[in-house]
């Protein structure tokens, strides 16, 4: 099961209470407050792992809390940290609040990660609250409670090269003869429901190819689900746009073309600006060849000829979407992360400033 979409409520654990202790001993009678800190509670983190195909492991559960922190303990022993949950998906996904609509992060490379639900501090213990005119102080951090919202996660799939067209066009006969990729083939349309990647290697180069479920015209618009296979496009670098040179539906392969170029134009974010290899399927077909001949005058450029059967033009075409791909990468410019600044001790220490009396008990006579 292929799943792009999924929203989860998530929660980290509370921090665990502070603890009222005093010190007793033999011969140390008024060794003062003793009680530790509490632990953290855990985080719950989202991290991008090439290792993940989709969200389907997500969408069986749809809520996600971490432990809380344990309590402290006398002789200033401080409760065991919680544990973070961590949730693995796939590079390209990303991660917004549900409720507010904003962007928590958008994860693109292997490693990736964004807490979307911070543990709570532990609370402070009482012997934090000692002072010369508080001897035996009974007040203790209750620690902090963990946040927590609803998240929505979007996948939208990272490839270098995508395989666009319309459907039964022969892109993922393509891939699967490209590549170790097994998606579904049949002689029908919409075969392809949802994209498939696959490794191409070329010596000691490749890149990775992304079928792309069929487009038709008014997907621009949503129609047939244009709006879901339109987005995963977006993070393609370069389109090979797979023509058929005989449609099932007897219409021109050059119109077909164009109703492509128009609904990738019409998208919410337009596509049609994106590097691109025209090619023509088939090419075993009689007459395949005078297709592209006509193709290429249209466009007054050049149409690759493939066969996907025998392997006529498939080291060509590879070959090309190599050239390509080597000429966007060296243009694209390198992206310095800004230095990440992390905040004092001081100014992450808030349950300081929420401490709550213990219940009123009398404290023994040598206490103090």
């Not at 303990?73 to 990303?94: K, M, N, Y």
Request: some cysteine.
């Amino acid at each position: 099961m292929f799943v792009d979409r999924v929203e989860l409520y998530v929660k980290g654990g509370d921090g665990g209470r502070g603890a009222v202790s005093f010190r007793r001993e033999k011969y140390v009678p008024r060794g003062g407050p003793d009680g530790g800190d509490g632990g953290d509670g855990g985080s719950v983190i989202i991290r991008a792992d090439p290792n993940a195909d989709n969200l389907a492991g997500l969408s069986m559960k749809k809520h996600w809390k971490a432990k809380s922190g344990e309590r402290g303990s006398g002789a200033r022993c401080a409760g065991s940290d919680a544990e973070d949950v961590i949730l693995l998906v796939p590079p390209g996904t990303i991660i917004r609040d549900r409720d507010r609509g904003n962007v928590l992060k958008d994860l693109t490379a292997e490693g990736d990660e964004v807490v979307v639900a911070k543990g709570g501090r532990g609370g402070r213990g009482n012997h934090y609250f000692k002072s010369a005119t508080n001897r035996t102080p009974r007040q203790f951090g209750p620690g902090e409670d963990g946040e927590e919202r609803h998240i929505s996660l979007e996948l939208k799939v990272i490839a270098d090269a995508g395989l666009v067209g319309f459907p039964n066009a022969g892109k993922s006969t393509l891939l699967s003869r490209l590549s170790r990729a097994t998606p579904e083939i049949a002689p029908y349309p919409f075969t392809t429901k949802h994209p498939h990647l696959g490794i191409v290697t070329l010596g000691d180069a490749g890149f990775v190819l992304a079928d792309l479920p069929g487009l038709i015209e008014g997907a621009a618009q949503g129609v047939g689900l244009g709006h879901e296979f339109l987005r995963h496009v977006e993070r393609t670098r370069v389109l090979v746009h797979v023509v058929e040179p005989f449609p099932s539906d007897a219409a021109d392969p050059v119109k077909n073309y164009h109703t492509i170029r128009k609904e990738l134009a019409d998208y919410t974010i337009p596509l049609d600006g994106r590097p691109e290899i025209v090619c023509v399927s088939k090419a075993e077909l009689p007459g395949a060849d005078a297709v592209r001949d006509a193709l290429a005058a249209e466009l007054g450029r050049d149409v690759l000829l493939f066969s996907a059967v025998t392997g006529q033009g498939l080291s060509g075409l590879v070959s090309r979407v190599l050239a390509l791909l080597t000429e966007i990468k060296a243009a694209e410019p390198k992206e310095a992360r800004p230095p990440v600044e992390f905040p004092t001790e001081a100014a992450v220490r808030t349950e300081d400033f929420k401490t709550q009396p213990v219940p009123s008990i009398t404290p023994p006579s040598d206490a103090g």
